[in-house]
């Protein structure tokens, strides 16, 4: 690997370090801070979705435009938005202005990076190494993300321990620690012009093709979109907002022990990444992929039965060992069926997707958690992911990527 890309890996890993720890403290604190400051179920979850909105419109912005004005310059203006969402949540002003903040700050309330700056990184990574290497550098990448969404969970603490020590009052407290989320977001932003030209595509790729896309990466990019869409519908159920909210209003769990847990819950889910990455070069990428995923769905189902609070940690965790192995074997998966110049397509079609399911996902949990029992979202959520799993090992069983081949 030459000096320019190691450089740029690690840019892009520890501007991605920063932002997966804001998401990973929101993702546990978002949805019971709203329920503190007087919001229902109900708005909990549209706000969630909201931000999910605004994260898919920014990814095809990504998708559409980043590759011709400038990568470096894309992933610069996505963090200064990202710190915008933070803010929303110091001012929290009623409900529709909120509304349009946590939209245009692209509030991330699933506890994982899946924004649009993660759209862009997952297209340059596999540009910055070989194809043998390209599953284990988006593994260590993903790595990064849970790593640092785990000590964000462990954040979560933060606001108890600011009302302890320096007694504020426990709003006031929340407010501080958001404030820290934004000031992570702009040291980001400055963080991304360190990055070499390595990052960009060349000009030939974006200018002088009439057409970068070819039909076949269409088809072969709307199949996996549509499946993700599947996948990601039955995530939108399961964002780290709405389990914490789901573990605390059922077992009463307070905000420390659910930081602990989440933080476990992101261990496992970066040791599985490197997990994953090891399987997939013995059993290849799709099979990783499916023979990982679908168990995981089946302890979460399993989870919203428990009969006690030992019991749906035990489940939970378990599922969470699993559940993220699918991810780096999925990016280096829609890398590897395409052209190198096709990858931010690629990325961005895939996410977009994915996006747009999981904010449709976040408000149907929201209402089913209201109206028709609490643990819904668990049921229904792990079933659309199975099914996902199923689909996905009929179609692609066959479509090997080079290293496979």
């Not at 149907?364 to 689909?391: C, E």
């Amino acid at each position: 690997m030459t000096v320019p890309a190691s450089r740029d890996l690690l840019v892009i890993n520890t501007a991605a370090f920063l932002r997966s720890f804001t998401f990973g403290l929101t993702g546990v604190v978002l949805g019971i801070y709203l329920f503190r400051v007087g919001l229902s179920s109900f708005n909990i979850g549209v706000i969630v979705a909201a931000g999910l909105l605004g994260s898919a419109l920014a990814t095809i912005g990504v998708t559409a435009k980043a590759d011709r004005a400038g990568r470096r310059r894309a992933l610069v203006m996505l963090s200064i938005m990202g710190a915008i969402g933070a803010l929303a949540l110091v001012l929290t002003p009623a409900v529709p202005v909120l509304l349009a903040m946590a939209f245009v700050g692209m509030l991330n309330g699933t506890g994982t990076d899946r924004s649009a700056a993660f759209t862009l990184e997952q297209a340059i990574i596999p540009g910055l190494v070989q194809d043998a290497s390209r599953t284990w550098a988006l593994a260590w990448y993903n790595v990064v993300l849970d790593m640092a969404g785990s000590l964000g969970a462990l954040a979560a603490a933060l606001p108890l321990l600011l009302q302890h020590w320096l007694a504020l009052p426990l709003l006031a407290s929340y407010r501080t620690v958001f404030l820290g989320c934004a000031f992570l977001g702009v040291v980001g932003a400055i963080l991304y012009p360190f990055a070499s030209a390595g990052v960009e595509v060349s000009k030939s790729a974006t200018e002088t093709t009439l057409h970068p896309v070819s039909p076949a990466t269409k088809k072969v990019v709307t199949r996996l979109a549509g499946l993700f869409s599947l996948d990601a519908f039955g995530g939108g159920f399961l964002t780290d907002a709405l389990v914490a909210y789901w573990f605390f209003r059922r077992f009463g769990v307070a905000e420390e022990s659910l930081g602990l847990l989440f933080f476990a819950v992101h261990l496992l889910n970066a040791a599985s990444h490197l997990g994953a990455a090891w399987l997939a070069r013995r059993i290849g990428l799709v099979n990783t992929m499916v023979f990982t995923h679908l168990p995981s769905s089946l302890f979460l189902i399993a989870a919203a039965f428990a009969p006690s609070l030992k019991v749906a940690v035990v489940l939970f965790l378990c599922r969470e060992a699993f559940v993220e192995m699918d991810v780096p074997t999925r990016q280096s998966y829609v890398a590897a069926v395409v052209q190198p110049n096709e990858r931010t397509f690629a990325s961005g079609i895939t996410n977009l997707a994915r996006n747009v399911f999981w904010a449709v996902g976040s408000s149907v949990a929201g209402f089913l958690m209201q109206n028709v029992a609490l643990s819904a979202p668990l049921v229904i959520g792990g079933g659309a992911k199975i099914s996902y799993d199923l689909l996905l090992y009929r179609a692609f069983r066959t479509v090997k990527p080079p290293e496979e081949q």
